[in-house]
């Protein structure tokens, strides 16, 4: 009868609903509020260096999200596959984070080093003649199109903005050097960041071409760094001895 009564009320149907809504919201959100002592303290993560950022860019502008998940669940199927299971601190720097929901190809959260540059090079010129079974398409104009570097320092302003330790004061930069070290902290420098962007892309040649700094040098430098920074035997080792 109740239930009845309910479907036959349109205005306390609509009062339920938005309790209902409204319960769900502050679920979600309150834990937010206390996002610092939620997310793990990892050593070794940190932002992404201006080169990198530009490759993520590029990364989310060609939608390689749409088919690559970056989150490694902690089953056993998936380390077997991908490796260790993803740490929340991993993403804390990513705006927006890149977890993804469906891999049409294999997860990319540990992909870092385990191909040399010229094969990602090959790879996104032309999948097919590294992995006949394939269904990416080709990326030839990456390698053809010289990097944007003008609005770089305006990307990292933004994600300054919401949180990213990238500095532009000399307090800020003393302090990502206490944090992350020098060498780390130098390329955290907003004032820099287009000959910080040059030196890493003539020093690493991610793209083979050391003439250019071009889209691919900055998509393979991003690609290269993926599941890196951590060294992942300090965690939860006995987790995965459990299974073997």
Not at 14 to 32: A, D
Not at 133 to 155: E, F, K
């Amino acid at each position: 009868m109740r239930h009845e009564q309910i479907e036959t009320n349109s205005a306390l149907m609509l009062l339920l609903i938005l309790v209902v809504i409204s319960i769900g919201g502050l679920v979600e959100i309150v834990p937010l509020f206390y996002i610092n002592e939620t997310v793990e303290k990892v050593d070794g993560v940190r932002p992404y260096t201006p080169l990198e950022l530009r490759g993520r860019d590029i990364y989310i502008r060609e939608g390689c999200y749409l088919c690559h998940s970056q989150q490694i669940r902690p089953f056993r199927d998936e380390w077997l596959r991908y490796g260790h299971y993803s740490l929340a601190a991993e993403s804390q720097y990513d705006h927006p984070f890149q977890w993804g929901s469906k891999r049409t190809g294999p997860d990319l959260a540990r992909v870092g080093g385990k191909y040399s540059n010229q094969w990602h090079v090959q790879h996104l010129t032309s999948p097919r003649s590294v992995v006949p079974q394939s269904i990416m398409p080709n990326y030839p104009w990456l390698l053809a199109t010289d990097l944007d570097t003008s609005d770089v320092a305006d990307r990292m302003r933004a994600l300054r903005a919401t949180g990213v330790p990238y500095s532009v004061t000399q307090q800020e930069y003393d302090a990502n050097v206490k944090k992350f070290g020098k060498v780390v902290a130098d390329q955290l420098d907003i004032t820099q960041a287009t000959d910080n962007l040059l030196k890493q892309a003539r020093d690493q040649n991610f793209d083979g071409i050391p003439s250019r700094v071009t889209e691919m040098e900055a998509l393979v430098a991003y690609l290269q760094m993926l599941g890196t920074l951590v060294d992942f035997t300090k965690y939860d080792e006995g987790y995965f001895t459990t299974f073997r």
